[in-house]
Nanobody, 117 residues
């Protein structure tokens, strides 16, 4: 079974940094598009960044502040978040997605990020 487990969230002051981790089991991350999403209360879940092989992609709101990366030996995807602002407060989710004959998509349980003074 495929399992994604996020960690690294917490409370941080504006301007601070956090590094989120997504540890995968039951699947090899290099065989999937791996993405980070977030969802704030009352808002839709939004894509932040994803990586396919060596190619990383970002939405405008986080480009230049967030960096997605993958560690293949550890089968883990990371999201480095710098210069955090209160608007970054949300539950952050890891996702694995691919289509081979049929669509496969998997979600982690999420890790809470709160940016506050």
């Amino acid at each position: 079974q495929v399992q994604l487990v996020e960690s690294g969230g917490g409370l941080v002051q504006p301007g601070g940094s956090l590094r989120l981790s997504c540890a995968a089991s039951g699947a090899i991350i290099s065989m999937y598009a791996m993405g980070w999403y977030r969802q704030a209360p009352g808002k839709q879940r939004e894509l932040l960044a994803y990586i396919v092989g060596d190619h990383a992609h970002y939405v405008d709101s986080v480009q230049g502040r967030f960096t997605i990366s993958a560690d293949s030996p550890a089968n883990t995807v990371y999201l480095q978040m710098d210069n955090l602002v209160p608007e970054d407060t949300a539950m952050y989710y890891c996702n694995a997605d691919r289509t081979v004959l049929k669509r496969e998509t998997y979600w982690g349980q999420g890790t809470q990020v709160t940016v506050s003074s």
